[in-house]
């Protein structure tokens, strides 16, 4: 569980730090030939390139989370039988529920 958690929060961190980090590179000229551009050049090209970023980002913790082998994660046994007992109950409140109805069109 702790693995999950620190990849989500790299992954969040990466989602924040990589489209400020181009914003800030193309404002204050740090990329090479971002000087010649007009304003309005470097204003599309940052925009463009942070918001690929962000989806590199999201597909790379796509991948990581595919990879991630799924026979290690085991629900717990307490949650499983509460869930059982919750919809069990469910189920029969609505059926309960369901005959009263039909007895009131009945009427």
Not at 18 to 23: E, G, Q, R, V, Y
Not at 32 to 42: C, V
Not at 88 to 100: C, R
Request: glycine share 4%; net charge negative.
């Amino acid at each position: 569980m702790a693995g999950v958690i620190q990849k989500f929060f790299i992954a969040s961190m990466l989602m924040w730090i990589s489209p400020i980090a181009i914003l800030y590179g193309f404002n204050h000229n740090l990329f090479p030939g971002s000087i010649q551009l007009s304003p309005y050049s470097a204003t599309l090209w940052s925009g463009l390139l942070a918001v690929i970023s962000v989806n590199m980002v999201i597909a790379f913790y796509i991948c990581m989370a595919m990879k991630e082998p799924s026979d290690k994660h085991e629900p717990d046994p307490a949650f499983l039988a509460e869930a059982k007992a919750s919809v069990s109950q469910s189920t029969t409140s609505d059926e309960i529920d369901g005959s009263s109805q039909s007895h009131e069109k009945e009427e």
